[in-house]
């Protein structure tokens, strides 16, 4: 699968971003879907991830009640609404696919490239 993610841009303090990310080929809802982030100088770290189905969802504590994922399964995307976004969001955010509900939060296969997202306070 390949992965194309979008959305992104600067926005304030308190706003509020919706990231999408459209992915190729067939069986998408073969797959778990999941975003993941990378502020300047440090490493990746998990935000949230949607099941197969798009009944089960998991989030991070950071974003935990401002953030929200979901899926559209019929036309391939997985999005994340972001709001009262803080600059501490401030960071390169990938999607990434995995055909396993446990590995999507911990080691996908796949990955998309990221999108810039900058929060300034």
């Known amino acids: 699968v390949q992965l194309q993610a979008s959305g992104g841009g600067l926005v304030q303090a308190g706003d509020s971003l919706r990231l999408s990310c459209a992915a190729s080929?067939?069986?998408?809802?073969?797959?778990?879907m999941g975003w993941f982030r990378q502020a300047p100088g440090k490493g990746r770290e998990f935000v949230a991830s949607?099941?197969?189905?798009?009944?089960?969802?998991y989030y991070a504590d950071s974003v935990k009640g401002r953030f929200t994922i979901s899926r559209d399964n019929a036309k391939n995307t997985v999005m994340l609404q972001m709001n009262s976004l803080k600059p501490e969001d401030t960071a390169v955010y990938y999607c990434?696919?995995?055909?396993?509900?446990?590995?999507?939060?911990?080691?996908?296969?796949?990955w998309g490239q990221g999108t810039l997202v900058t929060v300034s306070s």
């Open positions: 990434a696919a995995d055909y396993s509900e446990y590995d999507i939060i911990r080691r996908p296969d796949f």
């Open positions: 080929g067939r069986a998408f809802s073969s797959y778990a």
């Open positions: 949607i099941s197969k189905s798009g009944g089960s969802t």
